[in-house]
Each structure stands twice: as structure tokens, then as C-alpha cells.
């Protein structure tokens, strides 16, 4: 499975079975996660074996079971759209492995014996990583019209795959509160459109512009 397949595959999930992840796709994850934090000047963290974080009232809540593997989202302020861009590249990456997942930003408990914050950084959330019960549902789509400017009817084509390849990343509460415009120089402008939830707009801004890069291929286009 590519990248752009895993986009169409993955569904979030919020119920898991109790398999253990091998320990080669344990070790293909911390790969991806130490170059993410390399290059972009992250701090996430996989954390196996560990079922507390979503053994209580929040979890519950929120219609989470059998969760023990989950990737921390730790960063220092700024880095909120990296944070979320290099999220979804791994949890691309989980998918082409056979695992499931989901984004998760209140409905878990903290571990903080698990993993490590520094003074200057943020826990924005985690991801939650596993072999799913199931493989998730798709939730319904808005026509690509309703996501995007351009400044004629004549839209490349590979354009019109980035945003389609965008509608379908996950977003908080699945609000899909973004927009990219296609400049009169063949730029692209990503932005975020304003809600309530702005604690995670740009945490989600990331994540759709990964997918609009994986859909549009990168050799097309420069951001603005």
C-alpha cells in the first residue's frame, strides 16, 4: 500500500483488539518518528504496552477499548502545523502497515511516568495505534467545491487530486475547517477558517496540507 492509498484506507478507530504490534513495525514507527522530530524540531513519542491512558472515565467516554499503543504529540509552541503534518505522515505510514488509529485530543488520561515533556513544551494530544475491531467507517464527503478558490474555471488537475486527497483527513470533531486557494502564479495558499475549536486548527492544518501534498504530488507546486 502507497502513501496516496493509505489516505482512501484509513478511518479513524476508536476500538482495538488485543494483538500486540511486531516488533519490525514498532521499529519502521520509531524510524519515522525520530526523523519527524529531527526535521521539524518535534518531540513525539511512541509509547507500547501501556493501556492507563485509556482505561478511565475519558476513554470511556469517548467509546475508546483496548488501546495500549499510542504515539505522544509533544512539540514547543509554534510548531502546532508541524506537529500535525508529520503526525499524518506516520499514521500514513501506520496504515500501510496494517494498523489502524486515531487522533485523540482530550479523551485520554495522562501518563506522564511514560513519556517526557520539557519545561518549554506542549502535550497537544496523542494518536492512538493499534489493530483496530474494525476498520472504521468513512464520514460523509462535501464536494471539493466547498474547500477551494481558483482564479478561473481551467483547474489543473493535479490541484483538484490535493484537495480531494484532503477532504479525507481527519480533523478535530470532523468540522473540516480549512480552505487552499490556487494563486494566479500556480502557488497554493493553505488557511484555516475560523471555529471555536482554534486550539487545534493549525494541528489540523498541517494534517490536511500533508494529504494535499500526497494527492497533488509536491513536484507541482510551491506553497505560498
Same mark, same amino acid.
Request: aromatic share 10%; net charge neutral.
Given at each position: 500500500?502507497? *502513501?496516496?492509498? &493509505?489516505?482512501? &484506507?484509513?478511518?479513524?478507530?476508536?476500538?482495538?483488539?488485543?494483538?500486540?504490534?511486531?516488533?519490525?513495525?514498532?521499529?519502521? +514507527?520509531?524510524?519515522?518518528?525520530?526523523?519527524?522530530?529531527?526535521?521539524?524540531?518535534?518531540?513525539?513519542?511512541?509509547? $507500547?504496552? %501501556?493501556?492507563?491512558?485509556?482505561?478511565?472515565?475519558?476513554?470511556?467516554?469517548?467509546?475508546?477499548?483496548?488501546?495500549?499503543?499510542?504515539?505522544?504529540?509533544?512539540?514547543?509552541?509554534?510548531?502546532?502545523?508541524?506537529? /500535525?503534518?508529520?503526525?499524518?505522515?506516520?499514521?500514513?505510514?501506520?496504515?500501510?502497515?496494517?494498523?489502524?488509529?486515531?487522533?485523540?485530543?482530550?479523551?485520554?488520561?495522562?501518563?506522564?511516568?511514560?513519556?517526557?515533556?520539557?519545561?518549554? %513544551?506542549?502535550?497537544?494530544?496523542?494518536?492512538? *495505534?493499534?489493530? /483496530?475491531?474494525?476498520?472504521?467507517?468513512?464520514?460523509?464527503?462535501?464536494?471539493?467545491?466547498?474547500?477551494?478558490?481558483?482564479?478561473?474555471?481551467?483547474?489543473?488537475?493535479?490541484?483538484?487530486?490535493?484537495?480531494?486527497?484532503?477532504?479525507?483527513?481527519?480533523?478535530?470533531?470532523?468540522?473540516?475547517?480549512? %480552505?487552499?486557494? +490556487?494563486?494566479?502564479?500556480?502557488?497554493?495558499?493553505?488557511?484555516?477558517?475560523?471555529?471555536?475549536?482554534? $486550539?487545534?486548527?493549525?494541528?489540523?492544518?498541517?494534517?490536511?496540507?500533508?494529504?494535499?501534498? +500526497?494527492?497533488?504530488?509536491?513536484?507541482?507546486?510551491?506553497?505560498?
Amino acid at each position: 500500500m502507497t *502513501l496516496q492509498e &493509505a489516505i482512501v &484506507a484509513r478511518h479513524s478507530v476508536r476500538q482495538y483488539k488485543n494483538q500486540a504490534i511486531e516488533a519490525e513495525k514498532v521499529e519502521q +514507527l520509531r524510524a519515522a518518528i525520530d526523523e519527524a522530530n529531527r526535521t521539524a524540531g518535534l518531540h513525539l513519542q511512541l509509547v $507500547t504496552d %501501556e493501556p492507563e491512558a485509556f482505561a478511565h472515565g475519558l476513554a470511556k467516554y469517548g467509546k475508546f477499548s483496548g488501546i495500549s499503543n499510542y504515539i505522544v504529540l509533544v512539540c514547543r509552541k509554534g510548531l502546532d502545523e508541524q506537529l /500535525g503534518y508529520y503526525g499524518e505522515r506516520i499514521v500514513l505510514l501506520a496504515q500501510t502497515l496494517g494498523l489502524n488509529s486515531c487522533w485523540v485530543g482530550l479523551t485520554f488520561s495522562k501518563q506522564p511516568d511514560n513519556y517526557t515533556i520539557r519545561p518549554d %513544551e506542549q502535550l497537544h494530544g496523542v494518536i492512538a *495505534l493499534g489493530y /483496530g475491531a474494525t476498520q472504521g467507517v468513512q464520514h460523509p464527503v462535501k464536494p471539493i467545491e466547498k474547500f477551494y478558490k481558483a482564479p478561473s474555471a481551467n483547474i489543473p488537475e493535479w490541484f483538484k487530486k490535493g484537495v480531494e486527497a484532503a477532504v479525507l483527513a481527519p480533523t478535530a470533531m470532523n468540522m473540516q475547517k480549512f %480552505e487552499f486557494e +490556487l494563486l494566479s502564479d500556480g502557488r497554493v495558499a493553505a488557511r484555516t477558517r475560523f471555529t471555536l475549536m482554534g $486550539t487545534y486548527l493549525k494541528i489540523d492544518l498541517g494534517i490536511v496540507k500533508c494529504h494535499f501534498e +500526497l494527492g497533488a504530488g509536491k513536484e507541482n507546486f510551491r506553497w505560498a
